[in-house]
């Protein structure tokens, strides 16, 4: 976060991490998949209609298909359909929802409450901070 704020952003974007947290409506099912997400287990695609990282599932294996066959923007939004991602996020159907999920999922090994997020990011901050201050230019 030191990196990014430093490097001029106003802010950073810890969608997945919070997600995966005992207050997230996201359902049981998807955050016990998730935390079990390996690194290359999601991928970016969707990239005609949103570019979406997703767990590699059947319905991902569906998008690419219509991908890989030179789909048009709509046929991706028919295969879609609606609540296509409330399917798979807060409803759990792991096979044929659609599991958006960023690439720092396979980071993740538990599912903890949100203040202990906080209070972590808190933390690494300040050790990043004073481990800069420390250094002699």
């Known amino acids: 976060m030191v990196a990014v704020l430093a490097l001029g952003a106003e802010g950073v974007q810890v969608g997945t991490r919070f997600a995966l947290t005992e207050e997230s409506s996201a ?42 066959k030179g789909a048009s923007a709509d046929e991706l939004r028919s295969l879609l359909g609606r609540g296509r991602s409330k399917r798979g996020i807060f409803e759990g159907d792991l096979v044929e929802g659609e599991l958006e999920i960023g690439q720092i999922a396979s980071l993740i090994d538990s599912i903890v409450p949100a203040e202990q997020v906080v209070r972590e990011m808190i933390k690494e901050y300040s050790e990043a901070v004073e481990k800069l201050n420390r250094i002699v230019f």
């Open 27 to 68: 359902s049981e099912a998807f955050k016990q998949k998730c935390i079990s997400l390996n690194e290359g287990d999601t991928m970016l695609s969707l990239k005609k209609v949103s570019p979406t990282r997703m767990v590699k599932n059947d319905f991902y294996r569906q998008v690419q298909e219509l991908e890989d």
